[in-house]
T-cell receptor, first 116, second 112 residues
Framework: AQSVAQPEDQVNVAEGNPLTVKCTYSVSGNPYLFWYVQYPNRGLQFLLKYITGDNLVKGSYGFEAEFNKSQTSFHLKKPSALVSDSALYFCAVRDDLNTGFQKLVFGTGTRLLVSP | NAGVTQTPKFQVLKTGQSMTLQCAQDMNHEYMSWYRQDPGMGLRLIHYSVGAGITDQGEVPNGYNVSRSTTEDFPLRLLSAAPSQTSVYFC???????????FGPGTRLTVL
């Protein structure tokens, strides 16, 4: 079965500094990876996805993610953090069920706190 | 358009009560799904649908029923609420499995 792991429960970074939120994956076949963000009392919002192609994927709000096949990682990055980036971030991988439905398997989430 | 809407936003039930969580989308998406979010566990798939009239079970379907009579609506029914069903419930929709899922704002359910 497909799975992702987010090794850090929380990441703290100062505003203006670069940020990285880590994600590793375990899949059979080609990985289809996603990052979502959840702001307080809100639903999840899509940030970016990797299906194939360039290993550096650019997404919403200035975020990008680097796909690394040899390290089975898909880390989320941003060059300069904003206080408003403080939220809960989920990595997810697509899992194809035998019914034809493609579900998302989510990591446990990483809370990002950006201090002023 | 409104995207994915969920009602109610909050609900408190007593053990044994039943209720329906409503979900609607106005994007003409074929795929819809229900997840529950529990602390430290990410989101887990409860039920899903690949089109009107077609539903199937996800990872944690026990205690929940769904139906899909229209493309727009995908209600989740709790048959006899239990404290273990205390959670935040999210509905999501997408065009296909290749596309990102759009999530509703969630329903926070407490079962006493």
């Amino acid at each position: 079965a497909q799975s992702v792991a987010q090794p850090e429960d929380q990441v703290n970074v100062a505003e203006g500094n670069p940020l990285t939120v880590k994600c590793t994956y375990s899949v059979s076949g080609n990985p289809y990876l996603f990052w979502y963000v959840q702001y307080p009392n809100r639903g999840l919002q899509f940030l970016l996805k990797y299906i194939t192609g360039d290993n550096l994927v650019k997404g919403s709000y200035g975020f990008e993610a680097e796909f690394n096949k040899s390290q089975t990682s898909f880390h989320l990055k941003k060059p300069s953090a904003l206080v408003s980036d403080s939220a809960l971030y989920f990595c997810a991988v697509r899992d194809d069920l035998n019914t034809g439905f493609q579900k998302l398997v989510f990591g446990t989430g990483t809370r990002l706190l950006v201090s002023p | 358009n409104a995207g994915v809407t969920q009602t109610p936003k909050f609900q408190v039930l007593k053990t044994g009560q039943s209720m329906t969580l409503q979900c609607a989308q106005d994007m003409n998406h074929e795929y819809m799904s229900w997840y529950r979010q529990d602390p430290g566990m990410g989101l887990r798939l409860i039920h899903y649908s690949v089109g009107a009239g077609i539903t199937d079970q996800g990872e944690v379907p026990n205690g929940y029923n769904v139906s899909r009579s229209t493309t727009e609506d995908f209600p989740l029914r709790l048959l006899s609420a239990a404290p273990s069903q205390t959670s935040v419930y999210f509905c999501a929709s997408s065009t296909t499995g290749w596309h990102e899922q759009f999530f509703g704002p969630g329903t926070r359910l407490t079962v006493l």
